[in-house]
């Protein structure tokens, strides 16, 4: 307080009698402004314009929420709030007007912001929340008819599992099948979502690299451990793949040089999945 008397940064009035209040100078503000604290809709919009922007890119599903804010709005805080390398995080997406803002505020001003939305249900957010954002980014064809260009940007769609997969312990939970395990192995390695069946140790090939998971009996219980250790007979077990391997069990027996020739990565469960 006494530094900031000291550097003339408050202001007492005119008069020198007023309550005490904060100077701001415009050189120490990186944005240039001062943000003022009444936003009239003139400038920032209202629930109307946030229904109409809903409406008009995805009508027929645009009756399920009575006031969505406008994408103005949401932008006025983000630029205020945020770099153009922030991560804004919208817990109640809804709608998703706080990503259509951020790609929006990133087509403007050439930014690298980034979202997480989170939406608790599923039809909201499959249906509308995605939805929308996937339209925004990529381009769609309005309420009107007309085609609308994209924002660019993108998005990755993740799903919460009804348990958590791990023990407090970090084990595995017994009751995790192999098919959950394996959408947490694949997201893990490569942060895309998993569209493979999961009824074989190799979940798929990213980027010219192998992905296997031994878990859970998955070979039918032929060797050491039911199949979820990497030993010999159960390499010669999997199914091929010429290039790079990663591959996800609960041990390993081979020995350094076979790896190398191999081309195998080990990582063992679940120490390697802290994610
Ligand atoms: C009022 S809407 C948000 C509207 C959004 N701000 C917009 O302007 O488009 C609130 C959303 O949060 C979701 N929701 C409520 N509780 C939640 C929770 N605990 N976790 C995640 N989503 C939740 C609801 O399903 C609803 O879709």
Redesign the pocket.
Known sequence: MERMYDNDEIFFGSKGTAVPSRKTFLGSLSAGLVPVTLWLHESVGDNHI?RDEVKSILSSNSQV?D???PTTLIGSILQIATDKDSIIL?????????AHAVLKQNAEDGGNRKFIL????PH?ARDITAERVRRVAGGYTNAKGEQVEGLGGGFQYCRLSKEPLFDATGAVREDVTFAQLSEFVWFAETGTGFTGKAKSPLLGVHEGVAVYLLYNGILKDRTVDGGNVLTAPVLALLPPHAGPKVIYAAANRLGAPRLQRERIVFKQTPYALDC
Do not use: L, R, Y
């Open positions: 946030g929420f006031s969505p804010k919208d817990s109640f997406a809804g709608s998703g007007t706080t989170v939406e608790m249900e909201i």
